[in-house]
């Protein structure tokens, strides 16, 4: 049971070195682009996800995990969800309810404040989904080394 | 023996679920009852209340923030119990 | 009644019939993995069915436009896009706890596992 599949498929590697910063920006802008057009934390969560996936495949664990230790998964997971739950603490400190994204102060209208909270909200679910992914893979695909 | 009597319930399930079709509504019906209740609503406020265009993020994060909340929680246990149960090497 | 079935309403013959192929996976195989491979097969019927509850004839995607428009029922996207990613991760999870029922017994087969324990 060889832990690191390493390759040196060269059609692969060089396929991956192209893909993967495109994917990882097609991410970026599913993630910001979710409250005008189709997008939202989750489908970009797991496209980013899918960039460091490929990533891993072509380049081997020790690469990404350069990039990705263990570590900062889990920090990226745990800040994503303290996103979310914090743009809710915050709307209850600024005299609203729990979630209630129009009492914010972020913009001139309760429409235009709510819209920068989803935006945060989203981009809360995009690192919490982005982060449990990669976890699950590296744990699954290297079965616990 | 056991998968005589597994075919024989999964037919006994599908014919089960093929008599309730009937009474569903047809598909791409305009007068479903499913579009009838508190979408109209949500299509209407997804720009006056959320100030975004796209009703499935006014949804998501607006109108049932507190689900999808729970979601994202649940996504988080499920990571964690992952790396509980498989993980041998912890550094 | 036939006829209506098959020209109006034959999509959810199919989640029908794709629900059963799961149910026969989880029920009628002994592996675990081909269990819950059922288990998904059953998990993505449902939400295709959810997913053409939602169509409406003639709608477009539930974005608002300037002109007014019809809209597809964007509640069931909501739901599916949300179970879809909680779908993964219980799978997960199963497919974890059969990995660590593997390390313990060596093996996969249901029945062996019960004379093992």
């Known amino acids: 049971m060889k832990p690191e599949p390493e390759t040196n498929d060269i059609i692969l590697r060089t396929g991956a070195s192209i893909m993967v910063p495109l994917i990882l920006l097609w991410g970026l802008y599913v993630l910001i682009h979710g409250a005008l057009g189709p997008g939202g934390g989750f489908q970009a969560g797991v496209i980013l996800a899918a960039g460091f996936i490929l990533y891993t495949a072509a380049f081997g664990l020790g690469e990404t995990k350069k990039i990705l230790t263990m570590k900062r998964v889990l920090l990226l997971a745990s800040t994503g969800l303290l996103i979310y739950a914090g743009v809710g603490v915050l709307a209850i400190i600024s005299g609203g309810s729990f979630l209630e994204y129009g009492v914010l102060p972020l913009g001139h209208s309760p429409a235009e ?3 920068y909270g989803i935006e945060m909200v989203e981009v809360g679910i995009g690192l919490t989904v982005m982060a449990i992914m990669v ?11 | 023996m056991r998968r005589y009597l597994a075919v024989l ?9 093929v008599y309730g079709v009937p009474d569903l509504p047809d598909l791409g019906d305009p007068d479903a009852p499913s579009h009838k209740h508190v979408v109209p609503e949500y299509i209407e406020g997804s720009y006056k209340e959320a100030g975004v265009t796209n009703i499935v993020t006014a949804i998501l994060a607006n109108y049932r923030g507190y689900d999808t909340l729970g979601e994202t929680t649940v996504i988080f246990t499920a990571g964690i119990t992952v790396m509980l149960l498989i993980r041998r090497k912890w550094k | 009644m036939i006829q209506d079935i098959i020209f109006a309403k034959y999509n959810y013959i199919i989640y029908i019939t794709l629900m059963t192929i799961g149910f026969y996976g989880m029920i009628g195989k002994r592996n675990l993995i081909k269990k819950l491979i059922g288990m998904s097969i059953f998990q993505y019927s449902i939400f295709l069915f959810y997913i053409s509850a939602a169509d409406v004839s003639g709608g477009t995607a ?4 300037k002109e007014p428009a019809v809209y597809v ?27 660590r029922i593997h390390r313990e017994f060596g093996t996969l087969d249901e029945d062996k596992i019960i004379e093992l324990s």
């Open chain 2, 9 to 17: 319930s999964c037919a006994l399930f599908w014919a089960i679920l």
């Open chain 1, 135 to 145: 976890s699950i893979f590296y744990d699954i695909a290297f079965n616990g080394e």
């Open chain 3, 62 to 65: 539930p974005i608002l436009l």
């Open chain 3, 73 to 99: 029922n964007p509640l069931p996207h909501v739901l599916i896009l949300t179970a879809i990613v909680v779908a993964v991760s219980t799978l997960a999870v199963g497919l974890s706890l059969a990995i």
């Open chain 1, 113 to 115: 404040s709510s819209k």
